[in-house]
């Protein structure tokens, strides 16, 4: 995954915060925010960039009842007025996301705090949930060593549960492993859809690399950097004083300061920890979430700043856009990571086309009927979601030359265009919440697609160990829709199943050549391959890549980062999307609601713009031959295959 981010300011009335901006009081001196701010970003998350979701709380009777509306918020990207493409508020029939990490210090002098969290943790849950937020929860502790008391999970019980089992002893000799605890909640695997936030207490002073220990492994700037590169809220209920005496070094104190006015102090002394708890979960379900699309694109690590007004009032932060996502920290004894096995990391995959990762996305290239190439390009901006773009804005290359446009499209305008979409199906027994959602859905998917004027046929392809063609090519919106009805996620708990065959059987289905080719690959597992060790597949990553180059069809895989075996080049299908040269799509089947992946997939579907030209060498060479497309400033590329049919 790859990981982009954020920041925040927080605010509380009379609490004691803690920043580097004209906002906040400077952290180093832990002074009083005696002044209540109206407006305050309680977090940023660029993950999904150019996609950005910043977190507000606006302290005024009408912002804590959620009657503000997109109309009373303007949101400033280094200084330019950005568009606001949704406004929500935990309060109303939209539901928002929120992974929370709770980190605790289970020394000795914790002993008061622990008693008042096991007290209150089922008040938050519930706030939380009567909020109408989709939240998840996990739970760090930590003295000289940390221990993952419970990985993440929506049962409010398993909190519960791990918060009863804390036992405030020991730790006695001052600094723990603060900043190791953070950093095995930012490699824990958020939500690139929910808001991230760490709440972190301790009464106490950080450990760190270099400090004649070998307890830490990190820096207060690596942890910062991350923080920001996770897009993550980051709240340190902390002391204000410590015995031992702070450095820049082992205060926590810092890591909001280097946040950029992007996290909070508060002072863990400063007021009744149950009142404290009180203001956290005010916070939390009291938070408006903005989105917005950047227009522009910036170079890895850059810091961005966020400005937010509302009225008179208003409030900045930062986030930072970065290609790596995952922060893993380096194996440690000490280290108890129960709760979390059975889950691999995201392997690092360059070049694959993600999608929501760009303003234009090339979702297919169509050289059948060679030396005529058809191009299929989605414009992720509000004029090119909108159909607004012309022929004028678009230039097409090809290895590098630029092309004469022929012919161009919108396919949410009158000019009718042919799809063949051809929809393959994961159907084991973990697939039960996406088949649902898929009967639910796939009539609305059916109608928008007649409402934007497109010709399609539809074909079903469900799979397991073994591939059922359920149904074969129809028009007919009530035949697919009753082939949907009638699948059902059952066994499969072996793990790989045979889903490069099912891709091969839907080519071999026969698409017809002025239409576009597009099959949507929706699995959370594995795929069998020649060679495994089982009878299950025919095929490997390599030549099923190079026959849907060959077909000229549009692949969009909805599919797992994280998996419960193991990824390698032969069973991880984002390896096929990477081969077909940026011809193909990748979707995070967990990275948010499957109602929403397939709103996406409606989207791509029907606001698609069809470029034809004639390439200039007309040699049916079998050369694998590269498009770029450009809408300025942004472009993608992709790859067809020319060959004779």
């Known amino acids: 995954m790859h990981q982009k981010t954020a920041a925040r300011i927080i605010l509380i009335i009379g609490l004691c915060i803690l920043a580097c901006t004209a906002h906040i009081v400077a952290a180093s001196e832990g002074s009083n925010d005696t002044e209540s701010q109206v407006l305050g970003i309680t977090g940023i998350n660029a993950v999904n960039f150019p ?20 109309d009373d918020f303007q949101v400033f990207e280094n200084g330019d007025l950005m568009e606001i493409t949704s406004v929500q508020f935990p309060d109303t029939s939209s539901r928002t996301k929120l992974d929370l990490a709770i980190l605790f210090d289970e020394t000795g002098s914790m002993s008061e705090e622990i008693a008042d969290m096991k007290a209150r943790v089922n008040e938050l849950t ?75 207490i301790t009464d106490s002073i950080t450990h760190y690399r270099g400090d004649g220990t070998e307890f830490s492994q990190y820096t ?15 709240i340190l209920v902390g002391p204000s004083s410590v015995s031992g005496g702070f450095n820049v070094h ?35 379900t009291h938070t408006y979430t903005i989105s917005y ?70 979702t297919g290239i169509n050289g059948v009927n060679f030396p005529y190439i058809m191009t299929y390009v989605t414009v992720n901006s509000t004029a090119g979601k909108n159909g607004a773009l012309k022929q004028e804005d678009f230039q097409v290359f090809e290895d590098n030359e630029l092309m004469n446009i022929t012919s161009f499209a919108f396919s949410d305008q009158s000019t009718t265009s042919k799809l063949d979409l051809a929809i393959l199906f994961d159907d ?103 060679g495994d060790g089982s009878p299950f597949s025919q095929y490997i990553i390599s030549e099923t890549a190079e026959n849907l180059l060959n077909n000229g069809t ?5 599919g797992p980062t994280t998996v419960s075996g193991a990824f390698n080049e032969q069973n991880d299908k984002r390896e096929l999307v990477k081969a077909l040269g940026g011809s193909g799509l990748f979707i995070d089947i967990h990275g948010e609601e499957f109602s929403t992946i397939l709103n996406n997939i409606q989207g791509i579907i029907t606001h698609t713009y069809t470029l034809g030209y004639y390439s200039p060498k007309q040699t049916a060479d079998g050369s694998k031959r590269t498009i770029r497309v450009v809408v300025t400033p942004d472009e993608d590329s992709g790859q067809y295959t020319a060959i004779a049919r």
Not at 145 to 158: A, E, H, I, K, Y
């Open 220 to 234: 207060i700037p690596e942890t910062a950097s991350h923080l920001l590169q996770n897009g993550t809220s980051y």
């Open 554 to 558: 549009s692949f969009v895989l909805v």
């Open 293 to 362: 699309f950047t227009p522009r694109m910036y170079g890895e690590d850059q810091k961005i700043t966020l400005e937010i007004r509302v009225g008179a009032d208003s409030a900045t932060g930062l986030f930072k856009v970065q290609k790596d996502r995952i922060f893993s920290p380096a194996p440690s004894e000490t280290k108890d990571t129960s709760g979390m096995q059975g889950q691999q990391q995201i392997r690092d995959i360059d070049d694959i086309s993600t999608y929501g990762t760009s303003v234009v996305d090339i």
């Open 51 to 70: 996609n950005v979701i910043t977190y507000v709380t606006v302290n005024t009777p009408e912002g804590r009842e959620g009657s503000l509306t997109a």
């Open 428 to 530: 084991t027994g973990s697939m039960s919440d996406e088949i649902n959602e898929t009967k639910e859905k796939v009539m609305g998917l059916t109608k928008s697609i007649a409402l934007a004027g497109i010709d399609c046929r539809y074909a079903l392809i469900s799979f397991k160990d073994t591939v059922t063609i359920n149904q074969e090519w129809t028009s007919d919106p009530l035949v697919i829709q009753q082939a949907v009805d009638g699948l059902h996620a059952s066994e499969g708990f072996d793990a790989p199943e045979a889903n490069l065959d099912a891709i091969e059987a839907a080519l071999e289905m026969g698409f017809r050549s002025d239409a576009q080719h597009m099959i949507i690959d929706i699995t959370d597992d594995l795929t069998h391959y020649r």
């Open 126 to 200: 519930d706030a939380i949930d009567s909020a109408n937020i989709d939240s998840r929860y996990m739970l760090i502790s930590f003295r000289d060593s940390l221990t993952v008391r419970q990985g993440w999970t929506s049962d409010p019980s398993l909190i519960k549960q791990a918060v009863d089992s804390l036992e405030a002893d020991g730790g006695d000799d001052a600094p723990e492993v603060n900043l190791d605890a953070i950093e095995t909640a930012l490699s824990s695997g958020f939500r690139p859809d929910a808001q991230h936030m760490i709440l972190d």
């Open 250 to 284: 082992t205060d926590k104190k810092e890591i909001v300061k280097a946040l950029g006015g992007s996290g909070l102090f508060i002072d863990i002394h400063g007021d009744e920890f149950s009142t404290i708890l009180d203001r956290i979960q005010s916070i939390i």
